[in-house]
């Protein structure tokens, strides 16, 4: 089965900090995300990537970045963590291909910004 | 554009109870239609899925029909139990592209 690892289960940060949240996927997908799930909001996504090096903007990209050094790895990056960036962090990734429409998830990092 | 509506909760049922929890959608092109699950403290993974028009997506006792006309795809099972308790997230992507449009999930609570 298809395991999407992300780094930390639980973190708490202070406003202004450079958070760093980590994911790997071991099944060689071209395409990993990057969503934030609010009470009431859902799943909102905020950056993908569909190869090494290569991202796109999601729905809400403001206030973070990513990183994709290696197939295996996306990074979230918080560059100046605020309160309003407390929420649950979800990873996930998928291949390419009509066989691989599912997105298999991690279980999330739960970010308190104090 | 493309988006999923789903109804509001939470939900709580009594055990054996009959379950549906309604989805529409907004597609531009033509949509795979998804049910995902999450169960406390974890990720969501896939419950079911339909990439065509009538399709029935079935998995654990949950169904759910692709329905064109009516841009439907509301899950349903026949007697739920306490373990069924998680949120609900209906989705959709379409075959070009690489985005997954999620509902804002139904929190489902089912009690003895």
């Known amino acids: 089965d298809v395991k999407v690892t992300q780094s930390s289960r639980y973190l708490v940060k202070r406003t202004g900090e450079k958070v760093f949240l980590e994911c790997v996927q071991d099944m060689d997908h071209e395409n990993m995300f990057w969503y934030r799930q609010d009470p009431g909001l859902g799943l909102r996504l905020i950056y993908f990537?569909?190869?090494?090096?290569?991202?796109e903007k999601g729905d809400i990209p403001e206030g973070y970045s990513v990183s994709r050094e290696k197939k295996e790895r996306f990074s979230l990056i918080l560059e100046s963590a605020s309160t309003n960036q407390t929420s649950m962090y979800l990873c996930a990734s998928r291949g390419t291909g009509a066989t691989n429409e599912k997105l298999f998830f991690g279980s999330g990092t739960q970010l308190s910004v104090l | 554009g493309n988006s999923v509506t789903q109804m509001e909760g939470p939900v709580t049922l009594s055990e054996e109870a009959f379950l549906t929890i309604n989805c529409t959608y907004t597609a531009t092109g033509y949509p795979s239609l998804f049910w995902y699950v999450q169960y406390p403290g974890e990720g969501l993974q896939l419950l079911l899925k339909?990439?065509?028009?009538?399709d029935k997506g079935s998995n654990k006792g949950f169904e759910a029909t692709y329905r064109k006309e009516t841009t439907s795809f509301h899950l349903e099972k026949g007697s739920v139990q306490v373990s069924d308790s998680a949120v609900y997230f209906c989705?959709?992507?379409?075959?070009?592209?690489?985005?997954?449009?999620f509902g804002t999930g139904t929190s489902l609570t089912v009690i003895p």
């Open positions: 990537s569909y190869d090494v090096k290569m991202k």
């Open positions: 989705a959709l992507s379409l075959n070009t592209g690489n985005q997954f449009y």
């Open positions: 339909a990439t065509k028009a009538d």
